[in-house]
């Protein structure tokens, strides 16, 4: 078991954080942790090609890839390393995200790991979506309710092949270690420090209590800049 992965969470805490968005949480974190402002979310744009999709929160199994050169590998080597990986996958506390790297620089995204197979591999083996900077293909095929975000949609594999895994990654500004707690939807990513998790929902309420007098002013015909300078001072949104 992972460093990051000690002190696992109970169920309950999953669920609660599961019912916002990952910018609610982003707000969240900014209450509980502000020395947290500046880091740990996905800072570059990533393609979502299922926005209806609800909120996911799981542990990171992470993996690096490249595809625009052979592996280098005997073939049976490079199949027993795929298996490796997949075996990774599936261990360990669930529910799981899978993040990987393409580390192929510029060419990222050149030949697409994820498709039909890989989703509903990975969905199989108990992950609830993917968050790479590499590609995905096959989206009509794609596993139902297994979440994407990715840098590109590309047609084909490549040389695609596994690098390695269970190591410390970078995915679109995000630094990302195996167990790792994760809350991703359409809007981008964050990870959640295990010690923090717990106080994020009642921050996040917090942060939807403060909004409310503002929009109430916003939509309001008598808006006034002085009414919703009041009202930025009461939520604490302005000293």
């Known amino acids: 078991m992972s460093q990051s992965e000690t002190g696992l969470l109970p169920a309950a805490v999953l669920e609660a954080l599961a019912r916002y968005d990952t910018p609610t949480i982003c707000n969240a974190m900014e209450i509980v ?50 298996m490796a990986y997949y075996e990774y996958v599936g261990s360990g506390q669930g529910p799981r995200i899978s993040v990987i790297q393409d580390i192929d620089g510029p060419d990222a995204g050149f030949g697409a790991f994820w498709g ?7 969905q199989a083996l108990g992950c609830l979506g993917v968050i790479t900077d590499g590609s995905i293909r096959d989206i009509p095929q794609w596993a139902p309710g297994f979440q994407a975000l990715a840098g590109s949609i590309a047609p084909s594999h490549g040389h695609v092949h596994v690098t390695g895994f269970a190591a410390e ?71």
């Open 33 to 82: 942790a502000p020395e947290r402002r500046a880091i740990g979310f996905t800072t570059r744009p990533l393609i979502c090609p299922f926005p209806q999709l609800p909120p996911i929160v799981g542990y990171a199994r992470t993996a690096t890839i490249r595809a625009t050169v052979a592996s280098g590998l005997p073939a049976t080597e490079q199949q027993a390393r795929r």
């Open 116 to 122: 039909e197979v890989n989703s509903a591999v990975h």
């Open 169 to 239: 990654i970078r995915v679109a500004g995000m630094t990302v270690r195996d167990g790792d707690l994760i809350h991703a939807d359409s809007h981008g990513a964050i990870v959640i420090p295990h010690h923090l998790a717990d106080k994020l929902p009642a921050a996040a309420d917090l942060c939807g209590r403060r909004e409310v007098p503002i929009l109430a002013i916003a939509r309001d015909p008598s808006f006034s800049l002085q009414r919703l300078r009041e009202a930025l001072i009461r939520s604490g949104e302005i000293h």
